[in-house]
Protein backbone atom coordinates (compact mmCIF):
# COMPACT_ATOMS: atom_id res chain seq x y z
CA UNK A 1 0.00 0.00 0.00
CA UNK A 2 2.96 2.56 0.73
CA UNK A 3 3.73 2.06 -2.91
CA UNK A 4 0.78 2.75 -3.91
CA UNK A 5 0.33 5.98 -1.82
CA UNK A 6 3.67 7.21 -2.61
CA UNK A 7 2.41 7.50 -6.39
CA UNK A 8 -0.71 9.30 -5.40
CA UNK A 9 1.94 11.58 -2.90
CA UNK A 10 3.97 12.37 -6.48
CA UNK A 11 1.17 13.16 -8.17
CA UNK A 12 -0.32 15.36 -5.86
CA UNK A 13 2.38 17.42 -5.46
CA UNK A 14 3.08 18.10 -9.06
CA UNK A 15 -1.14 19.01 -8.81
CA UNK A 16 -0.28 21.42 -5.72
CA UNK A 17 2.66 23.00 -7.70
CA UNK A 18 0.02 23.71 -10.70
CA UNK A 19 -3.10 24.63 -9.24
CA UNK A 20 -4.42 26.29 -12.26
CA UNK A 21 -5.38 22.95 -13.42
CA UNK A 22 -8.10 22.68 -11.12
CA UNK A 23 -9.26 26.10 -11.59
CA UNK A 24 -9.26 25.43 -15.66
CA UNK A 25 -11.07 21.93 -15.32
CA UNK A 26 -14.02 24.35 -13.61
CA UNK A 27 -13.64 27.13 -16.28
CA UNK A 28 -16.07 25.28 -18.71
CA UNK A 29 -19.06 23.41 -16.59
CA UNK A 30 -19.39 26.48 -14.99
CA UNK A 31 -19.73 28.96 -18.09
CA UNK A 32 -22.08 26.12 -19.15
CA UNK A 33 -24.46 26.43 -16.37
CA UNK A 34 -24.36 30.27 -16.22
CA UNK A 35 -24.97 30.60 -20.31
CA UNK A 36 -27.14 27.45 -21.07
CA UNK A 37 -29.23 27.82 -17.88
CA UNK A 38 -30.37 31.06 -18.11
CA UNK A 39 -30.07 30.84 -22.36
CA UNK A 40 -32.61 27.63 -22.07
CA UNK A 41 -34.14 28.44 -19.22
CA UNK A 42 -36.65 31.36 -19.39
CA UNK A 43 -39.84 31.63 -21.24
CA UNK A 44 -39.56 33.59 -25.20
CA UNK A 45 -40.93 36.32 -24.99
CA UNK A 46 -40.90 39.96 -26.82
CA UNK A 47 -41.25 38.08 -30.50
CA UNK A 48 -42.19 40.28 -33.24
CA UNK A 49 -45.85 39.23 -34.43
CA UNK A 50 -47.02 41.01 -37.79
CA UNK A 51 -51.25 40.95 -37.91
CA UNK A 52 -52.79 41.26 -41.32
CA UNK A 53 -56.98 42.51 -40.60
CA UNK A 54 -58.28 41.86 -44.15
CA UNK A 55 -62.24 41.91 -42.31
CA UNK A 56 -62.13 45.14 -39.49
CA UNK A 57 -65.57 43.68 -38.28
CA UNK A 58 -66.59 43.49 -34.56
CA UNK A 59 -64.77 40.14 -34.46
CA UNK A 60 -61.67 40.61 -35.87
CA UNK A 61 -61.46 43.95 -32.89
CA UNK A 62 -61.99 41.17 -30.43
CA UNK A 63 -59.09 38.90 -31.58
CA UNK A 64 -56.94 42.21 -31.99
CA UNK A 65 -57.46 43.30 -28.80
CA UNK A 66 -56.67 39.78 -27.10
CA UNK A 67 -53.85 40.16 -29.24
CA UNK A 68 -52.51 43.45 -27.45
CA UNK A 69 -53.72 41.85 -24.16
CA UNK A 70 -50.85 39.01 -24.71
CA UNK A 71 -48.70 41.17 -25.67
CA UNK A 72 -49.55 43.93 -22.62
CA UNK A 73 -49.41 40.75 -19.90
CA UNK A 74 -47.61 37.82 -21.06
CA UNK A 75 -45.12 39.68 -23.71
CA UNK A 76 -44.86 36.84 -25.97
CA UNK A 77 -44.73 39.15 -28.63
CA UNK A 78 -45.43 42.47 -29.86
CA UNK A 79 -47.92 43.67 -32.85
CA UNK A 80 -47.12 44.98 -35.96
CA UNK A 81 -49.61 46.13 -38.05
CA UNK A 82 -49.68 45.48 -42.02
CA UNK A 83 -52.19 46.77 -44.48
CA UNK A 84 -51.43 44.04 -46.85
CA UNK A 85 -50.32 40.31 -46.53
CA UNK A 86 -47.96 40.46 -49.56
CA UNK A 87 -45.41 42.96 -47.37
CA UNK A 88 -46.24 41.13 -44.34
CA UNK A 89 -44.93 37.91 -45.71
CA UNK A 90 -41.87 39.68 -47.35
CA UNK A 91 -40.95 41.17 -43.86
CA UNK A 92 -41.15 37.33 -42.75
CA UNK A 93 -39.24 35.97 -45.17
CA UNK A 94 -36.08 38.93 -44.46
CA UNK A 95 -36.38 38.08 -40.63
CA UNK A 96 -38.19 41.73 -39.32
CA UNK A 97 -40.70 39.69 -37.91
CA UNK A 98 -41.37 35.96 -36.33
CA UNK A 99 -44.80 35.15 -37.87
CA UNK A 100 -48.22 36.99 -39.31
CA UNK A 101 -51.79 36.67 -38.17
CA UNK A 102 -54.01 36.92 -40.98
CA UNK A 103 -57.60 37.68 -40.12
CA UNK A 104 -59.04 37.06 -43.62
CA UNK A 105 -62.34 39.02 -45.59
CA UNK A 106 -65.67 37.61 -43.55
CA UNK A 107 -64.36 36.26 -40.71
CA UNK A 108 -66.50 38.03 -38.63
CA UNK A 109 -69.64 37.73 -40.81
CA UNK A 110 -68.91 33.61 -40.73
CA UNK A 111 -68.05 33.70 -36.91
CA UNK A 112 -71.68 35.27 -36.22
CA UNK A 113 -73.20 32.69 -38.56
CA UNK A 114 -71.20 29.91 -37.04
CA UNK A 115 -69.89 29.20 -40.44
CA UNK A 116 -66.27 28.09 -39.47
CA UNK A 117 -64.12 31.34 -39.20
CA UNK A 118 -60.10 30.60 -39.46
CA UNK A 119 -57.37 32.39 -38.80
CA UNK A 120 -54.18 31.74 -40.09
CA UNK A 121 -50.72 31.88 -38.34
CA UNK A 122 -48.04 32.29 -40.69
CA UNK A 123 -44.83 31.12 -39.25
CA UNK A 124 -41.21 31.34 -39.48
CA UNK A 125 -40.56 27.31 -38.87
CA UNK A 126 -37.00 27.42 -39.42
CA UNK A 127 -36.72 28.00 -35.51
CA UNK A 128 -38.62 25.63 -33.87
CA UNK A 129 -38.40 26.95 -30.49
CA UNK A 130 -40.15 30.69 -31.80
CA UNK A 131 -43.04 28.72 -33.91
CA UNK A 132 -44.01 26.97 -30.95
CA UNK A 133 -44.95 29.52 -28.52
CA UNK A 134 -46.68 31.78 -31.22
CA UNK A 135 -48.62 28.76 -31.50
CA UNK A 136 -48.96 28.14 -27.99
CA UNK A 137 -49.97 31.24 -27.22
CA UNK A 138 -52.41 31.91 -30.31
CA UNK A 139 -53.51 28.55 -29.58
CA UNK A 140 -54.81 29.44 -25.86
CA UNK A 141 -56.07 32.63 -27.51
CA UNK A 142 -58.26 31.10 -29.90
CA UNK A 143 -59.35 28.75 -27.34
CA UNK A 144 -60.24 31.75 -25.19
CA UNK A 145 -62.00 33.51 -27.56
CA UNK A 146 -64.01 30.07 -28.17
CA UNK A 147 -65.36 29.91 -24.97
CA UNK A 148 -67.81 32.57 -24.69
CA UNK A 149 -70.70 30.88 -22.51
CA UNK A 150 -70.79 31.55 -18.99
CA UNK A 151 -69.35 28.52 -17.16
CA UNK A 152 -72.02 26.84 -14.74
CA UNK A 153 -71.39 27.10 -10.91
CA UNK A 154 -70.67 23.51 -10.64
CA UNK A 155 -69.00 21.81 -14.01
CA UNK A 156 -70.18 18.84 -15.28
CA UNK A 157 -66.51 18.01 -17.36
CA UNK A 158 -63.70 15.75 -16.50
CA UNK A 159 -60.66 18.08 -15.66
CA UNK A 160 -57.32 17.16 -15.25
CA UNK A 161 -55.28 18.66 -12.02
CA UNK A 162 -51.58 18.94 -11.87
CA UNK A 163 -49.78 18.24 -8.65
CA UNK A 164 -46.16 18.87 -8.31
CA UNK A 165 -44.49 17.37 -5.82
CA UNK A 166 -41.31 19.36 -5.68
CA UNK A 167 -40.97 23.56 -6.17
CA UNK A 168 -40.77 24.50 -9.46
CA UNK A 169 -36.91 23.65 -11.27
CA UNK A 170 -36.04 26.60 -12.73
CA UNK A 171 -33.71 25.31 -16.37
CA UNK A 172 -30.27 26.25 -14.27
CA UNK A 173 -31.01 24.03 -11.72
CA UNK A 174 -31.75 21.16 -14.57
CA UNK A 175 -28.65 21.60 -15.84
CA UNK A 176 -26.19 21.78 -12.60
CA UNK A 177 -26.03 17.89 -11.95
CA UNK A 178 -24.39 17.38 -15.71
CA UNK A 179 -22.38 20.73 -14.61
CA UNK A 180 -20.98 18.98 -11.98
CA UNK A 181 -20.17 15.68 -14.30
CA UNK A 182 -18.76 18.02 -16.62
CA UNK A 183 -16.17 19.17 -14.06
CA UNK A 184 -15.02 15.43 -12.71
CA UNK A 185 -14.89 14.50 -16.38
CA UNK A 186 -12.49 17.57 -17.56
CA UNK A 187 -10.34 16.78 -14.28
CA UNK A 188 -10.11 13.14 -15.69
CA UNK A 189 -9.88 14.30 -18.76
CA UNK A 190 -6.98 15.76 -17.61
CA UNK A 191 -5.37 13.62 -14.79
CA UNK A 192 -5.96 10.27 -16.62
CA UNK A 193 -5.33 11.50 -20.10
CA UNK A 194 -3.04 14.68 -20.95
CA UNK A 195 -0.78 14.66 -18.08
CA UNK A 196 0.30 10.89 -18.17
CA UNK A 197 0.52 10.83 -21.75
CA UNK A 198 3.00 13.90 -20.97
CA UNK A 199 4.83 12.30 -18.91
CA UNK A 200 5.46 9.49 -21.32
CA UNK A 201 6.32 11.95 -23.28
CA UNK A 202 8.49 13.50 -21.47
CA UNK A 203 10.49 10.00 -20.47
CA UNK A 204 9.56 10.82 -17.05
CA UNK A 205 7.42 7.16 -16.35
CA UNK A 206 10.83 5.35 -16.77
CA UNK A 207 11.60 6.37 -12.98
CA UNK A 208 8.45 3.46 -12.43
CA UNK A 209 10.08 1.16 -14.37
CA UNK A 210 13.22 0.32 -12.23
CA UNK A 211 11.47 0.20 -9.04
CA UNK A 212 9.97 -2.45 -7.74
CA UNK A 213 6.11 -1.42 -8.67
CA UNK A 214 4.02 -3.73 -9.70
CA UNK A 215 1.97 -2.54 -12.74
CA UNK A 216 -1.87 -2.80 -10.85
CA UNK A 217 0.14 -0.65 -8.17
CA UNK A 218 0.87 2.01 -10.67
CA UNK A 219 -2.18 1.75 -12.08
CA UNK A 220 -4.24 1.92 -8.60
CA UNK A 221 -1.64 4.86 -7.97
CA UNK A 222 -2.24 7.01 -11.05
CA UNK A 223 -6.48 6.03 -10.87
CA UNK A 224 -6.61 7.34 -6.86
CA UNK A 225 -4.40 10.68 -7.52
CA UNK A 226 -6.75 11.74 -10.46
CA UNK A 227 -10.11 10.47 -8.76
CA UNK A 228 -9.19 12.77 -5.98
CA UNK A 229 -8.54 15.81 -8.47
CA UNK A 230 -11.76 15.01 -9.71
CA UNK A 231 -13.62 14.72 -6.35
CA UNK A 232 -12.41 18.01 -5.68
CA UNK A 233 -13.60 19.42 -8.80
CA UNK A 234 -17.01 17.84 -8.39
CA UNK A 235 -17.41 19.70 -4.74
CA UNK A 236 -16.20 23.27 -5.71
CA UNK A 237 -18.58 23.03 -8.57
CA UNK A 238 -21.18 21.00 -6.43
CA UNK A 239 -21.49 24.15 -3.94
CA UNK A 240 -20.38 26.95 -6.22
CA UNK A 241 -23.18 25.97 -8.46
CA UNK A 242 -26.02 25.22 -5.89
CA UNK A 243 -25.52 28.70 -4.79
CA UNK A 244 -25.64 29.81 -8.60
CA UNK A 245 -28.79 27.98 -9.30
CA UNK A 246 -30.48 28.70 -6.13
CA UNK A 247 -30.70 25.27 -4.71
CA UNK A 248 -32.77 25.37 -1.73
CA UNK A 249 -30.07 24.73 1.34
CA UNK A 250 -27.18 24.57 -0.61
CA UNK A 251 -24.63 23.77 2.38
CA UNK A 252 -26.63 21.34 3.80
CA UNK A 253 -24.51 18.93 5.35
CA UNK A 254 -26.81 15.55 4.92
CA UNK A 255 -26.86 16.43 1.11
CA UNK A 256 -23.75 17.13 1.14
CA UNK A 257 -22.40 13.53 2.50
CA UNK A 258 -24.41 11.88 -0.25
CA UNK A 259 -23.29 13.90 -2.92
CA UNK A 260 -19.68 13.13 -1.42
CA UNK A 261 -20.27 9.52 -1.93
CA UNK A 262 -21.43 10.21 -5.59
CA UNK A 263 -19.19 12.46 -6.27
CA UNK A 264 -15.97 9.50 -5.25
CA UNK A 265 -17.76 7.00 -7.56
CA UNK A 266 -17.87 9.15 -9.91
CA UNK A 267 -14.66 10.46 -10.50
CA UNK A 268 -12.88 6.97 -9.90
CA UNK A 269 -15.35 6.04 -12.62
CA UNK A 270 -14.41 8.33 -15.37
CA UNK A 271 -10.79 8.75 -14.17
CA UNK A 272 -10.50 4.55 -14.51
CA UNK A 273 -12.12 4.99 -17.95
CA UNK A 274 -9.57 7.55 -19.40
CA UNK A 275 -6.97 5.82 -17.98
CA UNK A 276 -7.96 2.89 -19.87
CA UNK A 277 -8.10 5.00 -22.89
CA UNK A 278 -4.88 6.20 -22.81
CA UNK A 279 -3.04 3.63 -21.77
CA UNK A 280 -1.35 2.41 -24.92
CA UNK A 281 -1.31 5.89 -26.43
CA UNK A 282 2.65 7.44 -26.71
CA UNK A 283 1.59 10.66 -28.87
CA UNK A 284 0.49 14.10 -26.14
CA UNK A 285 -1.64 15.35 -29.15
CA UNK A 286 -3.89 12.23 -28.79
CA UNK A 287 -5.83 12.99 -25.66
CA UNK A 288 -6.22 16.74 -26.98
CA UNK A 289 -7.73 15.41 -30.29
CA UNK A 290 -10.16 13.59 -28.95
CA UNK A 291 -11.31 15.37 -25.90
CA UNK A 292 -14.24 17.09 -28.06
CA UNK A 293 -15.48 13.50 -29.15
CA UNK A 294 -15.73 12.17 -25.96
CA UNK A 295 -17.11 15.40 -24.73
CA UNK A 296 -19.83 15.38 -27.42
CA UNK A 297 -19.89 11.02 -27.03
CA UNK A 298 -20.59 10.71 -23.10
CA UNK A 299 -22.07 14.53 -22.13
CA UNK A 300 -25.00 14.49 -24.19
CA UNK A 301 -26.59 11.39 -24.47
CA UNK A 302 -27.06 11.04 -20.86
CA UNK A 303 -30.09 13.24 -20.41
CA UNK A 304 -27.84 16.27 -18.87
CA UNK A 305 -29.63 18.87 -20.98
CA UNK A 306 -32.42 17.17 -22.41
CA UNK A 307 -34.63 13.82 -21.29
CA UNK A 308 -33.58 10.68 -22.98
CA UNK A 309 -36.47 9.67 -23.41
CA UNK A 310 -36.52 11.79 -26.52
CA UNK A 311 -33.81 10.52 -28.16
CA UNK A 312 -33.84 7.70 -30.55
CA UNK A 313 -33.31 3.91 -30.02
CA UNK A 314 -29.63 3.73 -31.01
CA UNK A 315 -28.91 6.68 -28.70
CA UNK A 316 -30.92 5.62 -25.12
CA UNK A 317 -29.06 2.16 -25.79
CA UNK A 318 -25.69 4.41 -25.64
CA UNK A 319 -27.27 6.25 -22.45
CA UNK A 320 -27.95 2.95 -21.00
CA UNK A 321 -24.21 2.11 -20.96
CA UNK A 322 -22.92 5.62 -20.55
CA UNK A 323 -21.25 6.57 -17.14
CA UNK A 324 -22.52 9.87 -17.15
CA UNK A 325 -25.71 8.54 -17.33
CA UNK A 326 -25.69 7.49 -13.95
CA UNK A 327 -23.78 10.09 -12.42
CA UNK A 328 -26.43 12.86 -13.49
CA UNK A 329 -29.41 10.93 -12.64
CA UNK A 330 -27.57 10.51 -8.92
CA UNK A 331 -26.75 14.22 -8.71
CA UNK A 332 -30.04 15.38 -9.62
CA UNK A 333 -31.96 12.88 -7.24
CA UNK A 334 -29.88 13.99 -4.46
CA UNK A 335 -29.78 17.81 -5.57
CA UNK A 336 -32.85 18.29 -7.07
CA UNK A 337 -35.17 15.51 -5.50
CA UNK A 338 -33.20 15.61 -1.96
CA UNK A 339 -33.57 11.64 -2.04
CA UNK A 340 -31.50 9.26 0.20
CA UNK A 341 -28.96 6.72 -1.07
CA UNK A 342 -31.56 4.17 -1.71
CA UNK A 343 -32.60 6.00 -4.42
CA UNK A 344 -29.21 6.39 -6.12
CA UNK A 345 -28.03 3.01 -4.90
CA UNK A 346 -28.39 1.42 -8.47
CA UNK A 347 -26.33 4.47 -9.53
CA UNK A 348 -23.79 3.98 -7.12
CA UNK A 349 -23.58 0.20 -8.02
CA UNK A 350 -23.10 0.66 -11.59
CA UNK A 351 -19.83 3.35 -10.99
CA UNK A 352 -18.28 0.87 -8.68
CA UNK A 353 -18.56 -1.96 -10.72
CA UNK A 354 -17.65 0.00 -13.92
CA UNK A 355 -14.31 1.01 -11.88
CA UNK A 356 -13.53 -2.07 -11.37
CA UNK A 357 -14.05 -3.41 -14.69
CA UNK A 358 -11.88 -0.20 -16.08
CA UNK A 359 -9.31 -0.29 -13.41
CA UNK A 360 -8.87 -4.41 -13.98
CA UNK A 361 -8.38 -3.70 -17.94
CA UNK A 362 -6.15 -1.07 -17.20
CA UNK A 363 -3.71 -3.12 -15.12
CA UNK A 364 -4.06 -5.75 -18.37
CA UNK A 365 -2.83 -3.78 -20.56
CA UNK A 366 -0.51 -1.69 -18.91
CA UNK A 367 3.47 -2.15 -20.03
CA UNK A 368 6.68 -2.07 -18.08
CA UNK A 369 8.19 -1.13 -21.06
CA UNK A 370 10.02 2.09 -22.89
Known amino acids: MHRILAIVERDLRKFQRSPF???????????????LGYAFGGNIKNLKLGIVDEDHGISALK?????????ANARTFNL????????????????????????????????LARDSPQIALIEDNTDNFVASALEGSLTGLVNSYNNKQVDPRVSTQVTLQAVEIYPYIPYIQYLLPGSIALAVFISAMIGGGIIYIDDKARGLHEGYLVTPI????????????GAFKGFIAGLILTVFGSLIAGIQSPLDPIRLLKMTLLLAVTAAAFIS??????????????????????????????????????????????????????????????????AGLIAVSGDI???T??????????????????
Open 21 to 35: LIFASLILPITQLVV
Open 63 to 71: IREMCQAIG
Open 80 to 111: IHYQDSQTALIDLRNGKINGILNIPPNFSRKD
Open 214 to 225: TKAELVMGFNLA
Open 273 to 338: MMFLMMVRITDPLVPRAIFGVLNTLLFFPSGAIYPINAFPKWMQALSRVDPFTYAVHGFKTVLLKQ
Open 349 to 351: LYL
Open 353 to 370: VFSLIMMVSAAALFRRTL
